[in-house]
């Protein structure tokens, strides 16, 4: 995936970016009463400015990110300040409160999300082929801990094999998460002009309470 995800960023197909914040983070966020202060994890974030909308929310944010041209080009977004430092195998850019990280989610281990206590999928998941779905549902839920909150994304469209966005269906989203977590569905939406459904999820890892 990295070589082909690399080369998406490099060309411009980066037709998965929005250039708003997202309608179902600013509609279902605040629904979730996530403690103002919370540290959000956005894998996969690319230059999403949902980052942006979450930080002004309140949150600090740590985005991991494995294509450095997408980091750049959200630093590049504002004129702030930029500290830059690496730390086991990824390097690291701060802005504001802002944390993205470059380099693979999956070698994220759990000491480096310590202060993690909620997350945000709006494009992780679908950008994931099949093979790889449930190593990330599983490596997200031992990166949150008990209790963290999240608002998941998910797309499905006719060709089940093309992607990203790949389609993921209800079924499919239930089968991965509930193990670990406690699945709402909050909202399915209407087609769009190419077929795609996007559907939105909260999510609730389960476990003992801290």
Request: contains cysteine; hydrophobic residues 40%; proline residues 8%.
């Amino acid at each position: 995936m990295s070589t082909s995800w690399r080369q998406r960023w490099q060309e411009g197909r980066i037709g998965f970016h929005l250039d708003q914040p997202h309608p179902a983070l600013v509609h279902y966020w605040p629904t979730l009463e996530v403690e103002s202060g919370t540290k959000v994890l956005v894998p996969l974030c690319g230059k999403s400015l949902d980052m942006r909308w979450l930080a002004e929310a309140g949150h600090p944010v740590l985005g991991i990110e494995l294509a450095p041209e997408a980091i750049e080009q959200f630093l590049a977004q504002r004129s702030i300040g930029v500290s830059r430092y690496a730390q086991a195998g990824f390097e690291i850019s701060r802005q504001g409160s802002v944390e993205l990280w470059c380099g693979d989610f999956f070698h994220l281990h759990i000491q480096q999300a310590a202060e993690v206590g909620a997350f945000y999928d709006r494009a992780s998941l679908i950008a994931l082929p099949p093979a790889t779905r449930e190593r990330y549902a599983f490596h997200l839920a031992q990166l949150v801990p008990p209790g963290a909150k999240g608002l998941l994304v998910s797309i499905t469209h006719q060709d089940d094999e093309a992607g990203p966005p790949y389609s993921v269906p209800g079924d499919e989203i239930a089968q991965l998460f509930t193990p670990n977590f406690r699945v709402t569905l909050l909202e399915k939406g209407s087609p769009d002009e190419r077929g795609r459904t996007e559907s939105v999820w909260s999510l609730k890892r389960r476990g003992p309470p801290l």
